[in-house]
């Protein structure tokens, strides 16, 4: 049962197996575990197969908003009530923690997966009937689903978590910008990394995450044993519990994604240049780290937050405005995009289940819309 005198808060990893794991919360003086909590983490992860990531980010909101129910002394019931208020104080909460951001108010797209967490959690609640109807009516509000037609709820507080071109920062990097993050590269490991981030439009847990088994470069016409692909260079994006690292795979299934020319050419850099890292050759994984200068030893797996830190840095010696992987996946949408590639095409290159997840990476110039508008009018009056 939740108690209000908990203050201190904290995650923590559990291991179910050695394979498996997801995180939950702790608080209160002894640290016990929180129990509703805890039920919506594993179902989370165990009853809706959501990766060990998802948890570890929904524990630390959770945390969050257990402690400020504590210190306001609410009920998990009257804190739905409350909600807005939780909102204005992450609004106006500078960032405490180290790193990019600190000291600095969030955005939108930070307080975006709070108010995903919150929402999830209060659902769970919903279903084993823990909170009154009265509270979900505070949360949500049913509509029609835009797709389907059918009647769905919507949370009644939400944020706008993708920021437009309209708000001053592009989601994507520039094709400028990925060329210079690839020229100031030092080593084949990292320039075949960001090519793959960016020419492939993978995610960076499905870079560290990928064994060398499931990258399959050969020519078109041939096939590897096993896999009847046979339109050229691929690998398979596989979901797959217990990461090192934690890393995970979103894809739902085995996703199947061509690899282009140069891709092949620098990931063949790479593997000459894997021949030098002591243990690298009895790694799985496709990428793997070089001896540290502190005698760490190499061909140890990599953590995302490795990637993400290489590409911040690359764009800092490239002297470029601060990149993030992610947006090197948006460069490659955006342009898929802008070549009209099909949207249900696009939608297998991208991995996305519905279709309408492309809809952020099409963001149209002035441009090409007053080119649409001019062959529009010259199909209706005729040309000029």
Known sequence: MFTADRPAAEILRVEVTDTLAYWTVLAGPTLTV?????????????????????TKTYAGHLKRFHAWCGEHDLSREHAAAELSHYLMKLRTTPR????RGQGRLPQDSTLGPALAAIHGFYLHLADLRRISAKAVDALFVTAPHPATGKVVLEPRIRVDPRPSHASGRAPAASHEEFAA???????ARDRCMVALLGACALRVGQVVGLLREDIHLVPAGSTVPGCPYSLGPHLHLKK??????GAANKNRGTVVVPVPGPVVMLYADWM?????????????????????????????VLGTRRVQDLVS??????????????????????TAADLDVACDVLQRLLGHRDVASQNVYRNPSDARVAHAALAVNDKIFGPA
Request: proline fraction near 7%; hydrophobic fraction near 35%.
């Open 240 to 245: 797959r519990d217990g990461h090192p690292r």
């Open 313 to 334: 840095d690359l764009a800092r010696d490239a002297g470029i405005r601060h990149i993030h992987p992610h947006m090197l996946r948006h460069t490659f949408g955006e």
């Open 96 to 99: 405490l923690t180290s790193g």
């Open 181 to 187: 993050l690839l020229r100031t590269t030092k080593t």
């Open 272 to 300: 000459r240049e894997r021949l030098s890292i002591p243990g690298a050759g009895e790694a799985i994984w496709a990428f793997v780290s070089f001896p540290g200068p502190t005698g760490e030893p190499g061909g140890q």
């Open 34 to 54: 929180v129990e509703d909590v805890d039920s919506f983490l594993c179902h989370l992860r165990f009853g809706r197969a959501r990766a060990e990531s998802t």
